[in-house]
């Protein structure tokens, strides 16, 4: 079977620029892709890479765009090599024309709070807004000062909410001990990436001394790291972000297999990429955790964002995406 391919690039300013342990982001990258069969049928994808986070480069990305040239069969589409998971992802959902089955399955979105005590300015906004899990990123600025803000957080947080923390692989030995020893009583949900994703001892370690549940996102970037984790025996959370995983029906397979306990995170994709992903969880089965991609907006554009994710996702935030308007405002 054949497809009319077509690609463009895209390089959009984020609005406000994200900031984490890894430092300011302010620019996102990334390919689009359109693919019509034989019938007709028009589908996109997105191929948002993050090399800094173990990805394929937008260069490798936008030379396999190049080299399927104006026809592309679906053979050579299966033939991208596994390694190439963003462009997998975007290819998968490229092919996936049909449309979709309405759904009344609804779930949990995290809000994320700003660094620092930004967050405590932020919070309450979005506690009146219904939002019941919440971010917060960590290993940002100074340990004593962020585990003052926890502590203020921790005492406006309603009983019936949960807070993650991120701490992206920044913290020493002793600063994650630290962490971890302050969270044992407290309701935090999960700690992503007490350590650096090369020191998998620590984070074993962590994960058997401490009763904090550990959430690996830097660790478990594909999705045979996460099978790797698993075949291992780790009994926390994995942070996905489908969009840099690999193909939406392999990220089903290993979770119906393997029983991972994974969050559906973004990786600040625009509504193409995003829609993929949302309509995969809105078949239901593949999480039972609120949903990362309470982030507010990432490019300040309606068309770009797609439709404000509130604190409970359904199939409307599908509905309201026109796939189409977003291919054709990325020119
Ligand atoms: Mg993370």
Same mark, same amino acid.
């Given at each position: 079977?054949?497809?009319?391919?077509?690609?463009?690039?895209?390089?959009?300013?984020?609005?406000?620029?994200?900031?984490?342990?890894?430092?300011?982001?302010?620019?996102?990258?990334?390919?689009?892709?359109?693919?019509?069969?034989?019938?007709?049928?028009?589908?996109?994808?997105?191929?948002?890479?993050?090399?800094?986070?173990?990805?394929?480069?937008?260069?490798?990305?936008?030379?396999?765009?190049?080299?399927?040239?104006?026809?592309?069969?679906?053979?050579?589409?299966?033939?991208?090599?596994?390694?190439?998971?963003?462009?997998?992802?975007?290819?998968?959902?490229?092919?996936?024309?049909?449309?979709?089955?309405?759904?009344?399955?609804?779930?949990?979105?995290?809000?994320?709070?700003?660094?620092?005590?930004?967050?405590?300015?932020?919070?309450?906004?979005?506690?009146?807004?219904?939002?019941?899990?919440?971010?917060?990123?960590?290993?940002?600025?100074?340990?004593?000062?962020?585990?003052?803000?926890?502590?203020?957080?921790?005492?406006?947080?309603?009983?019936?909410?949960?807070?993650?923390?991120?701490?992206?692989?920044?913290?020493?030995?002793?600063?994650?001990?630290?962490?971890?020893?302050?969270?044992?009583?407290?309701?935090?949900?999960?700690?992503?990436?007490?350590?650096?994703?090369?020191?998998?001892?620590?984070?074993? #370690?962590?994960?058997?001394? !401490?009763? =904090? %549940?550990? +959430? &690996?996102?830097?660790?478990?970037?594909? /999705?045979?790291? $996460?099978?790797?984790?698993?075949?291992? #025996?780790?009994?926390?959370? !994995?942070? =996905? %972000?489908? +969009? &840099?995983?690999?193909?939406?029906?392999? /990220?089903?397979? $290993?979770?119906?297999?393997?029983?991972?306990?994974?969050?559906?995170?973004?990786?600040?994709?625009? +509504?193409?990429?995003?829609?993929?992903?949302?309509?995969?969880? $809105?078949?239901?089965?593949?999480?039972?955790?609120?949903?990362?991609?309470?982030?507010?907006?990432?490019?300040?554009?309606?068309?770009?964002?797609?439709?404000?994710?509130?604190?409970?996702?359904?199939?409307?935030?599908?509905?309201?995406?026109?796939?189409?308007?977003?291919?054709?405002?990325?020119?």
């Amino acid at each position: 079977m054949g497809y009319r391919f077509s690609y463009k690039t895209y390089r959009l300013p984020l609005r406000p620029p994200l900031r984490t342990a890894h430092g300011s982001w302010s620019v996102r990258e990334g390919v689009v892709v359109r693919l019509e069969d034989g019938a007709g049928r028009v589908g996109f994808g997105e191929i948002a890479p993050l090399p800094w986070f173990g990805t394929e480069t937008l260069e490798e990305a936008e030379s396999i765009c190049r080299g399927f040239g104006e026809r592309v069969t679906a053979e050579a589409l299966a033939a991208v090599p596994a390694r190439l998971g963003c462009v997998r992802f975007a290819l998968e959902a490229a092919g996936n024309q049909g449309v979709p089955q309405p759904s009344t399955f609804r779930l949990p979105v995290a809000a994320l709070l700003p660094a620092g005590k930004t967050a405590l300015e932020a919070l309450p906004d979005k506690i009146e807004a219904g939002f019941l899990a919440f971010k917060w990123k960590v290993g940002v600025g100074e340990m004593d000062d962020e585990l003052g803000i926890l502590d203020d957080l921790l005492s406006m947080l309603p009983a019936y909410t949960r807070l993650r923390l991120d701490a992206n692989g920044a913290w020493t030995a002793r600063q994650a001990t630290r962490w971890l020893e302050r969270c044992a009583e407290r309701p935090i949900e999960f700690i992503e990436q007490p350590a650096a994703p090369g020191d998998e001892d620590a984070l074993w #370690g962590l994960a058997n001394d !401490f009763p =904090v %549940k550990i +959430a &690996l996102d830097e660790s478990a970037v594909h /999705l045979e790291d $996460l099978r790797r984790w698993q075949m291992n #025996g780790w009994t926390g959370v !994995f942070i =996905v %972000k489908p +969009a &840099l995983a690999g193909p939406l029906s392999e /990220l089903r397979r $290993l979770v119906e297999e393997t029983a991972a306990d994974i969050v559906l995170s973004s990786a600040l994709e625009t +509504a193409i990429g995003r829609h993929a992903v949302l309509q995969a969880a $809105l078949k239901g089965k593949l999480t039972k955790r609120a949903l990362g991609f309470g982030l507010g907006d990432v490019f300040g554009n309606r068309q770009l964002d797609g439709p404000v994710v509130g604190p409970l996702l359904d199939s409307s935030w599908c509905a309201g995406v026109n796939l189409e308007e977003t291919w054709t405002a990325l020119s």
